[in-house]
Nanobody, 127 residues
Framework: QVQLGESGGGLVQAGGSLRLSCAAS????????MGWFRQAPGKEREFVAS????????YYADSVKGRFTVSRDTAKNTVALQMNSLKPEDTAVYYC????????????????????WGQGTQVTVSS
């Protein structure tokens, strides 16, 4: 059974940095994309960043462009999110997501395309 293991997160002051990592393990799978979503209290889960496994095309939400960087390691089946210049509005539970049932997905920014999710890690940015 495939599982996603997340690490990173925590508490940081505004302007600081954090790095999240996620690894897919267990079973046999084909990766189309991996990425990150976040959910703040009282809000819907929203897209943050993702990367296609074939070709490495990157996608970012407008709110994080220029501050966050998503990267992948295809050999290790891992995805990372480097978060710089963090703001209080970045506070949320961050979820790793993976599309592991095909080699291609149409909308790598949409939750509906991802079939595996991590347990979530809290990121809190204080002002």
């Amino acid at each position: 059974q495939v599982q996603l293991g997340e690490s990173g997160g925590g508490l940081v002051q505004a302007g600081g940095s954090l790095r999240l990592s996620c690894a897919a393990s267990g079973g046999t799978f084909t990766t189309a994309a991996m990425g990150w979503f976040r959910q703040a209290p009282g809000k819907e889960r929203e897209f943050v960043a993702s990367v296609r496994w074939n070709g490495g095309t990157l996608y970012y939400a407008d709110s994080v462009k220029g501050r966050f960087t998503v990267s992948r390691d295809t050999a290790k089946n891992t995805v990372a999110l480097q978060m710089n210049s963090l703001k209080p509005e970045d506070t949320a539970v961050y979820y790793c997501a993976a599309a592991l049932r095909s080699r291609w997905i149409v909308r790598p920014t949409s939750t509906v395309e991802y079939d595996h999710w991590g347990q979530g890690t809290q990121v809190t940015v204080s002002s």
